[in-house]
């Protein structure tokens, strides 16, 4: 689900450090999720830990 409200929210009660942005492949589209997420209103930094940063760290991958 492609919702700013849920992201923002998510990441205004969990903290940047805590949210991990992940789809439903493949019932969703990867291409629409990337858009989606480029067009989130959040800085490089922020996108940068939600996309791939946060599940390394916690996944311990890299």
């Known amino acids: 689900m492609f919702s700013t409200a849920a992201l923002m929210g998510a990441i205004m009660l969990l903290g940047e450090d805590a949210v991990m942005f992940s789809i439903d492949y493949p019932y969703e589209s990867s291409e629409q ?3 989606f997420l480029n067009a ?3 800085s490089v ?6 996309s791939h940063r946060n599940a ?3 996944l311990r991958i890299s």
């Open 33 to 35: 999720a990337a858009e």
């Open 40 to 42: 989130a209103p959040l």
């Open 45 to 50: 930094s922020a996108r940068e830990k939600v």
């Open 56 to 58: 390394e760290r916690i």
